[in-house]
């Protein structure tokens, strides 16, 4: 979650939680689900803990709960529940993310990049983050929505694994003869997972890509200019808000019909639909999506 903000619209929580502003509004008035408080004019805002709840909430029902079940939990049982559900997936990992968070809890950055950098050695950052570093932040993501975590212990998180990724990163040797093709990376949203980009990055180079990555927010327009000055064959778009996805799927249609790209590349999609998008789009959701199709790339 981005630091510094206490009051949110319906618009935040439509971006961070991935449920749209319409169906929140028919939650809050059919469930209440929320209860926002608003402004003079009439305009809803919501607190930290409201944002947190939609996003536990969200959560739960794409896990396969019905929204009428989940809201007949009070705060603690949809805390549970979450918790619940997120645990599933950790009888299946080897590895314990218990005894890595109180490395983490303790605010102690040596204990933890000892409990991590063993998996880096043992598979490689590109099979260790998809597999264990991914999984484990959103983990962090579900613990500091049920209040487990602070905000403060999951930025501490989130920031060693970057330093991981960038010692990772410096560490590629640049490949001899040609780039196999030029890749540009854009973000033009705040609800950035930095680390995923980071780690796109790093498998891009790898494969021996020329990468333009550019780092910070830009707005879309930005791509042309990119382009002016350093033609690319693809472009790779942070799409993890869904308010990118109903703003900007246009522009992007329309600027890869007029500039010479082969793919256009969304990462870290929260859309839920079966919508046809324009043939040179493609939509991955995850770190193992991204690494599947950039594969297949040239």
Do not use: C
């Amino acid at each position: 979650m981005e630091e510094g903000t206490s009051v949110f619209s319906i618009r935040d929580l439509e971006n961070f939680s991935g449920i749209k502003a319409h169906t929140i509004r028919i939650w809050e008035k059919r469930y209440r689900i929320l209860d926002p408080d608003r402004t003079d004019s009439n305009i809803r805002t919501y607190n930290e803990s409201e944002l947190k709840k939609i996003l536990n909430v969200s959560f739960l029902n794409r896990n396969g709960l019905k929204i009428s079940r989940i809201a007949r939990l009070d705060e603690d049982e949809l805390s549970r529940q979450v918790i619940s559900v997120s645990s599933r997936d950790d009888a299946t990992q080897d590895y314990q993310t218990g005894k890595i968070l109180m490395a983490a809890i303790k605010f102690n950055e040596e204990l933890l990049k000892e409990a991590l950098i063993p998996y880096i050695r043992n598979f490689g950052i590109e099979e260790a983050y998809p597999r264990y570093l991914y999984p484990l932040l959103e983990k962090v993501k579900i613990l500091w929505q049920t209040g487990s975590l602070t905000r403060a212990h999951g930025q501490f998180i989130k920031n060693v694994i970057k330093q991981l990724i960038i010692i990772e990163d410096n560490l590629l040797k640049p490949r001899s003869g040609k780039a196999m093709a030029t890749v540009a990376m854009i973000n033009t949203t705040d609800s950035l997972t930095d680390n995923n980009f980071l780690f796109y990055k790093y498998a891009l180079k790898k494969r021996g890509f020329d990468v333009i990555f550019t780092g910070g927010i830009l707005p879309a327009s930005e791509v042309i200019e990119i382009y002016k000055i350093k033609p690319f064959d693809y472009l790779i778009v942070n799409s993890s808000g869904s308010d990118f996805a109903r703003k900007q799927i246009a522009y992007f249609n329309s600027l890869g019909k007029s500039l010479m790209i082969k793919k256009i590349i969304y990462t870290d999609s929260t859309e839920e639909t079966d919508r046809k998008y324009y043939e040179k789009l493609i939509m991955t959701r995850d770190p193992s999506g991204f690494i599947k199709f950039i594969d297949g790339m040239k």
